[in-house]
């Protein structure tokens, strides 16, 4: 039995949410990850089309949908992957453990990452080590501490799990910073196995930088329709495996075979559309870039102002709030860590959030990712459509309970202040 694998709080606080919901109450539910927006009409019809075909694909996926990735990766973030070394499965999530499983290694964890990557490590047995990161970085790999913890492991083959935008901080490195994290890699031969499920999700730009043309030899990349495309229940992910790796696709197709033979293969034909189709479908997700932008401008004012620090959100759905200012107080109220915290906003303020343990922070941190996606997101977008230019007020109408949620947290802090 797999037993260090333990139930997070994020999993916790999501089924205390869901109980409360059913119980009728209203619940400002900021630990919720998914995207707000209606997956775009050009995927569903594609999908619609190909109900009828019912049989298996092959194991790495639809060809025509690993040439349409290949192009579009190409094409808008600059990787050369050819569709030979793309991977297709139900998720980057499966993809990500699987690769983890076939790596004889120790994994490097940053602070601040997304919470599945420690217990995937756990489920095959594996050793990790935690990289500090601080706040003042937006929790990003300082390269000087990573050639210090790569030093203590010069014998093991290491493996940099790095994750950019980020889930749970909204940091994206640029590429000055990919580089130099990429040169501590090259010098200790590292794997880097490069989360860019929220690429195209870069608030400035139109996608964030890509470790995989920096450091082309040692770059595993995983991606997927669930961020950008809003699809995330649609279940279709991808990994790409440079060259100097290739020894992983036999294992990888043999445990794909083994496990979920193939992805759905409507959704496959579905997915070909999205990535080929992408220039008609970017404008709305532009859009979407703009209002997910302003949700976390909403958010940081209340609490900023209310004197908790917090992550510059970049892109995708997150920020990492620190209490850490209010310590002494939150002690005084027997309040020791986040988890402590997140339980009693639930109970007492009606907002989830969860607690930073959960992504690789510290057992004492007083962090907590807040996602600001727990809105009607079609409905967002059909208002502005009417009041182009007043996106403020639209969002304020049509998503009131951001700005509640953020503001039943600074009424928590006024009243720990006893304001
Ligand atoms: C950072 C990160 N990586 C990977 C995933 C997995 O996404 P999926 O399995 O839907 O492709 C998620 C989903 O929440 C995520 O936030």
């Known amino acids: 039995?797999?037993?260090?694998?333990?139930?997070?709080?994020?999993?916790?606080?999501?089924?205390?949410?869901?109980?409360?919901?059913?119980?009728?109450?209203?619940?400002?539910?900021?630990?919720?990850?998914?995207?707000?927006?209606?997956?775009?009409?050009?995927?569903?019809?594609?999908?619609?089309?190909?109900?009828?075909?019912?049989?298996?694909?092959?194991?790495?996926?639809?060809?025509?949908?690993?040439?349409?990735?290949?192009?579009?990766?190409?094409?808008?973030?600059?990787?050369?992957?050819?569709?030979?070394?793309?991977?297709?499965?139900?998720?980057?999530?499966?993809?990500?453990?699987?690769?983890?499983?076939?790596?004889?290694?120790?994994?490097?964890i940053p602070q601040g990452s997304w919470v599945s990557y420690i217990p995937q490590i756990l489920i095959r047995g594996g050793h990790y080590e935690i990289i500090p990161t601080r706040l003042s970085d937006q929790y990003k790999v300082r390269p000087e501490v990573l050639d210090a913890i790569a030093k203590k492991y010069v014998d093991d083959q290491?493996?940099?799990?790095?994750?950019?935008?980020?889930?749970?901080?909204?940091?994206?490195?640029?590429?000055?910073?990919?580089?130099?994290?990429?040169?501590?890699?090259?010098r200790y031969g590292m794997i880097i196995l490069s989360d860019e499920i929220y690429t195209q999700l870069d608030f400035n730009n139109d996608f964030s930088p890509s470790m995989a043309p920096i450091y082309p030899d040692g770059t595993i990349v995983f991606g997927g329709l669930s961020k950008l495309f809003s699809a995330g229940g649609y279940r279709l992910g991808f990994v790409g495996i440079p060259q100097r790796l290739s020894q992983l696709i036999s294992p990888l197709l043999a445990l794909i075979?083994?496990?979920?033979?193939?992805?759905?293969?409507?959704?496959?034909?579905?997915?070909?559309?999205?990535?080929?189709?992408?220039e008609q479908i970017k404008p709305s997700i532009d859009q979407q870039k703009a209002v997910l932008k302003h949700a976390f401008s909403v958010v940081a004012r209340e609490l900023k102002e209310a004197g908790v620090r917090l992550t510059s959100s970049q892109g995708g759905f997150y920020c990492v709030v620190d209490?850490?200012?209010?310590?002494?107080?939150?002690?005084?109220?027997?309040?020791?860590?986040?988890?402590?915290?997140?339980?009693?906003?639930?109970?007492?303020?009606?907002?989830?959030?969860?607690p930073?343990?959960?992504?690789?922070?510290?057992?004492?941190?007083?962090?907590?990712?807040?996602?600001?996606?727990?809105?009607?997101?079609?409905?967002?977008?059909?208002?502005?459509?009417?009041?182009?230019?007043?996106?403020?007020?639209?969002?304020?109408?049509?998503?009131?309970?951001?700005?509640?949620g953020a503001q039943s947290i600074a009424e928590f802090l006024y009243a720990l202040n006893g304001v």
């Open 323 to 354: 209490f850490e200012p209010y310590r002494n107080v939150l002690r005084k109220n027997g309040i020791l860590n986040a988890i402590d915290l997140t339980q009693i906003l639930l109970d007492q303020y009606d907002v989830a959030l969860l």
């Open 158 to 186: 290491l493996v940099l799990i790095l994750n950019s935008p980020n889930n749970p901080t909204g940091a994206v490195y640029s590429s000055e910073e990919l580089k130099a994290v990429a040169r501590v890699a090259e």
């Open 1 to 108: 039995m797999v037993t260090a694998v333990k139930k997070s709080g994020t999993l916790r606080i999501n089924e205390q949410v869901k109980a409360l919901r059913t119980a009728g109450k209203q619940v400002y539910h900021f630990g919720f990850g998914q995207s707000p927006f209606p997956v775009h009409p050009r995927i569903i019809q594609a999908l619609s089309e190909h109900t009828p075909y019912g049989h298996y694909l092959s194991t790495g996926g639809l060809m025509m949908l690993r040439e349409a990735l290949s192009d579009f990766l190409k094409r808008y973030q600059g990787i050369s992957f050819p569709p030979e070394r793309l991977f297709i499965g139900p998720g980057s999530k499966i993809l990500l453990q699987q690769i983890i499983y076939l790596l004889e290694a120790r994994f490097l």
């Open 257 to 278: 075979s083994e496990t979920y033979s193939a992805v759905s293969t409507p959704i496959q034909y579905g997915a070909v559309v999205a990535y080929q189709d992408y």
């Open 356 to 404: 930073g343990q959960d992504f690789a922070f510290e057992r004492n941190t007083l962090t907590c990712r807040l996602a600001f996606v727990d809105f009607d997101g079609a409905a967002v977008l059909r208002r502005w459509d009417k009041h182009p230019d007043a996106l403020e007020a639209v969002f304020d109408q049509t998503a009131p309970q951001i700005r509640k």
